[in-house]
């Protein structure tokens, strides 16, 4: 099951090109993250859009978590990762994500299909 792992990064404003250029797709950092861990498929960077600062969503995805726990334990990843956190003035990991399993979502939508006639039945009357 696919993984994303989610990192947000604060950087100066005269930096903030840089890091973009290093960070999105084709970039330095992604075309040698690539090499170095095979299982990270790829990622994805969002910049916010209201802030007097730059700050970024990077999530990265990846094939598992058992890949992923393996690379970020490996002696190679681990500078190509700091290389990322220095080009930054902040960085705050949040952690791995994944969805749901599907039995659960399952569950969901059945009872919104059903507060759904509900409601439907409720404004017939």
């Known amino acids: ?15 903030a090109d840089a890091f973009v250029r290093s960070i999105r797709a084709g970039g330095d950092w992604q075309r040698v993250a690539r090499r ?6 790829a990622s994805d960077l969002l910049q916010r859009q209201s802030s007097p600062s730059p ?3 990077c999530i990265d995805f990846w094939v598992s978590r058992e890949r992923y726990l393996r690379v970020r334990e490996s002696p190679v990843y681990e500078p190509l990762l700091q290389l990322r956190h220095d080009m930054a003035g902040a ?6 994500f ?3 399993a599907s039995a659960e979502t399952d569950v969901v939508l059945a ?5 759904c006639t509900e409601a439907e039945s409720r404004g017939a009357r």
Not at 36 to 41: E, H, K, R, S, Y
Not at 111 to 115: E, G, K, T, V
């Open 91 to 96: 960085t705050i990991e949040l952690g791995v």
């Open 36 to 41: 170095v861990a095979p299982d990270l498929v």
């Open 111 to 115: 009872h919104m299909a059903d507060l």
């Open 1 to 15: 099951m696919f993984i994303h792992v989610a990192t947000l990064y604060s950087v100066q404003p005269e930096a």
């Open 98 to 100: 994944a969805f749901p």
């Open 55 to 57: 700050v970024f969503l």
